[in-house]
């Protein structure tokens, strides 16, 4: 569901995000070692930053950005606490990324910025609302280089869980015109219990000892025609 920035900024200020697992998630560094991400590389909703920060260490040209300066200020101080301060955040908002001309090509109508999107958890978040959905692919395709490449990693309806859950039509309607969907999986999305999912549906889920789930998800690899 779209929330307006203060939503996001109270659960980093308050530490109830449940995706902040202190590691990038597990799919995301199984996709990089597979040779997944290429080139300039954007993590929308970046959060507590540590897929920019996994990808700066590893030597790629990445942007984070986030809507909420919470998470950008959450994901600065990580960075530098894990000794990568030149990793790049910026508060901006996922859905109007054409309106910036250096993403989306400057001058306006040259190319795009971006060779690679890993959108982690993002996308599902305007699981209900189909034109902010629209908007975000929209701008998404502003963004990516032709023959460029996004990942979404979303949580899947296909089992109990918490959050904003999918089902992988959603992705695979969602990116028609203009997009080819090449691969599309069941994955795992690593979250922790914390005060804000407490009182959903996590009683049948299968929580470690360290209070970590890895959650029913989907991994969509979309190239952009
Ligand atoms: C579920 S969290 C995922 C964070 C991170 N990618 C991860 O997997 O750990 C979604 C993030 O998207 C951000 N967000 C939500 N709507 C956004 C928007 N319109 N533009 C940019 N960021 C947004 C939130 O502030 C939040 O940090």
Same mark, same amino acid.
């Given at each position: 569901?779209?929330?307006?920035?203060?939503?996001?900024?109270?659960?980093?200020?308050?530490?109830?995000?449940?995706?902040?697992?202190?590691?990038?998630?597990?799919?995301?560094?199984?996709?990089?070692?597979?040779?997944?991400?290429?080139?300039?590389?954007?993590?929308?909703?970046?959060?507590?930053?540590?897929?920019?920060?996994?990808?700066?260490?590893?030597?790629?040209?990445?942007?984070?950005?986030?809507?909420?300066?919470?998470?950008?200020?959450?994901?600065?101080?990580?960075?530098?606490?894990?000794?990568?301060?030149?990793?790049?955040?910026?508060?901006?908002?996922?859905?109007?990324?054409?309106?910036?001309?250096? @993403?989306?090509?400057?001058?306006?109508?040259?190319?795009?910025?971006?060779?690679?999107?890993?959108?982690?958890?993002? @996308?599902?978040?305007?699981?209900?609302?189909?034109?902010?959905?629209?908007?975000?692919?929209?701008?998404?395709?502003?963004?990516?280089?032709?023959?460029?490449?996004?990942?979404?990693?979303?949580?899947?309806?296909?089992?109990?869980? @918490?959050?904003?859950?999918?089902?992988?039509?959603?992705?695979?309607?969602? @990116?028609?015109?203009?997009?080819?969907?090449?691969?599309?999986?069941?994955?795992?999305?690593?979250?922790?219990?914390?005060?804000?999912?407490?009182?959903?549906?996590?009683?049948?889920?299968?929580?470690?000892?360290?209070?970590?789930?890895?959650?029913?998800?989907?991994?969509?690899?979309?190239?952009?025609?």
């Amino acid at each position: 569901m779209t929330r307006p920035a203060d939503f996001w900024n109270t659960v980093y200020d308050n530490d109830t995000a449940p995706w902040v697992i202190g590691e990038p998630q597990p799919a995301i560094v199984a996709l990089e070692r597979a040779g997944g991400i290429t080139g300039r590389v954007l993590d929308p909703g970046c959060g507590a930053g540590e897929h920019t920060i996994l990808l700066t260490r590893l030597g790629y040209d990445v942007r984070g950005i986030d809507m909420s300066p919470s998470a950008v200020a959450y994901a600065r101080a990580n960075a530098a606490e894990q000794g990568v301060p030149n990793a790049a955040f910026e508060v901006a908002d996922a859905l109007a990324l054409g309106d910036r001309p250096d @993403f989306a090509g400057d001058p306006p109508g040259s190319a795009p910025a971006f060779d690679t999107i890993v959108d982690s958890a993002l @996308f599902h978040v305007f699981g209900t609302e189909d034109e902010a959905r629209a908007a975000y692919v929209r701008s998404l395709h502003a963004v990516c280089k032709p023959g460029g490449t996004v990942h979404v990693l979303a949580l899947s309806d296909v089992e109990p869980g @918490f959050g904003p859950r999918i089902s992988d039509t959603l992705i695979r309607d969602s @990116f028609r015109d203009g997009w080819a969907l090449e691969e599309l999986r069941p994955a795992r999305y690593r979250g922790r219990i914390t005060d804000l999912v407490a009182q959903e549906d996590t009683q049948d889920l299968d929580v470690s000892a360290s209070g970590r789930v890895d959650a029913a998800a989907w991994l969509a690899r979309i190239r952009r025609l």
